[in-house]
């Protein structure tokens, strides 16, 4: 099998797996509340695909650190790590678009098309949603330099680049205070671990930075 082949299949175990586990995990808490028939089948998916999305962002943000911090390279070669990287990109991409979709279309959250793409235009726990907003508006500059200004010119997107900090903690704070299911405590852990190990990589990733300049 050709490493293209190869990639793709790892992509989509991955987000099968993503896509499965919100719901075995509420299944696995006993709680019913999420899957039960009469509960809009929208809301369901806004929540499962913000969680998705939280998952691939985590994952996308400790592999680009791992391609900064050359760590990554002792368990795969530097093109398949940058593959790895696109398809995390655009898997992440993917699930966001679902969570916006999806809390369009709810009849519960009640969100127009406006609020959504606002800040602060919601009455629903406005400052938790804006960091939503903010946050989805930096992750689309990133998307959007990286596929139309790769490198071209250098300093814009190399300064695009710095914007996966502040959008990992808009959007852990989005989506640990804004969750319904934050109430779990898997949940609350999985928010906890994986904001320590973004900041344990970005912490190194600094110290490195110093050390190579000094
Ligand atoms: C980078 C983009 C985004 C990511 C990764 C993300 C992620 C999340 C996560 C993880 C949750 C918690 C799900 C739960 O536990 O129930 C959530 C909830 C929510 N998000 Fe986002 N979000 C993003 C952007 C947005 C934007 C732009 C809006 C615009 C209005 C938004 C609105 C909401 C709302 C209303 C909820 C509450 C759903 C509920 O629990 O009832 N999000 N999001």
Same mark, same amino acid.
């Given at each position: 099998?050709?490493?293209?082949?190869?990639?793709? =299949?790892?992509?989509? !175990?991955?987000? @099968?797996?993503? &896509?499965?586990?919100?719901?075995?995990?509420?299944?696995?808490?006993?709680?019913?509340?999420? !899957?039960?028939?009469?509960?809009? &089948?929208?809301? !369901?998916?806004t929540?499962?695909?913000?969680i998705?999305?939280?998952?691939?962002?985590? =994952?996308?943000?400790? +592999?680009?650190?791992g *391609?900064?911090?050359?760590?990554?390279?002792?368990?795969?070669?530097? #093109?398949?790590? &940058?593959?790895?990287? $696109?398809?995390?990109?655009?898997? @992440?991409?993917?699930?966001?678009?679902?969570?916006?979709? +999806?809390?369009?279309?709810?009849? /519960?959250? $009640?969100? +127009?098309?406006y609020? =959504?793409?606002?800040?602060?235009?919601?009455?629903?726990?406005?400052?938790y #949603?804006?960091?939503?907003?903010?946050? /989805?508006?930096?992750?689309?500059?990133? !998307?959007?330099?990286?596929?139309?200004?790769?490198?071209?010119?250098?300093?814009?997107?190399?300064?695009?680049?710095y914007?996966?900090?502040?959008?990992?903690?808009?959007?852990?704070?989005?989506?640990?205070?804004?969750? @319904?299911?934050?109430? *779990?405590?898997?949940?609350?852990?999985?928010?906890?671990? @994986?904001?320590?190990? #973004?900041?344990?990589?970005?912490?190194?990733?600094?110290?490195?930075?110093?050390?190579?300049?000094?």
């Open positions: 099998m050709n490493k293209n082949n190869q990639n793709i =299949i790892i992509v989509f !175990i991955f987000n @099968t797996i993503f &896509w499965a586990a919100p719901f075995m995990l509420n299944a696995a808490n006993g709680n019913p509340a999420p !899957i039960a028939p009469s509960l809009p &089948w929208a809301w !369901i998916a929540r499962a695909a913000g998705v999305g939280y998952i691939l962002l985590f =994952i996308l943000t400790m +592999s680009g650190l *391609i900064k911090t050359g760590l990554i390279y002792k368990f795969i070669d530097p #093109v398949q790590a &940058w593959i790895i990287h $696109k398809y995390l990109g655009i898997a @992440t991409a993917t699930a966001i678009a679902i969570h916006l979709i +999806s809390l369009w279309l709810d009849p /519960f959250l $009640k969100f +127009s098309l609020e =959504i793409l606002v800040p602060f235009a919601s009455n629903y726990k406005n400052l #949603v804006a960091l939503g907003i903010i946050g /989805f508006y930096m992750f689309v500059a990133v !998307i959007f330099s990286s596929i139309f200004l790769f490198m071209n010119p250098y300093i814009l997107w190399r300064l695009l680049h914007l996966p900090y502040p959008i990992f903690v808009f959007i852990f704070l989005h989506g640990i205070l804004i969750g @319904t299911d934050s109430s *779990i405590p898997f949940m609350l852990w999985l928010y906890w671990i @994986t904001g320590l190990l #973004v900041a344990m990589l970005s912490t190194y990733r600094i110290y490195l930075s110093f050390k190579r300049r000094a």
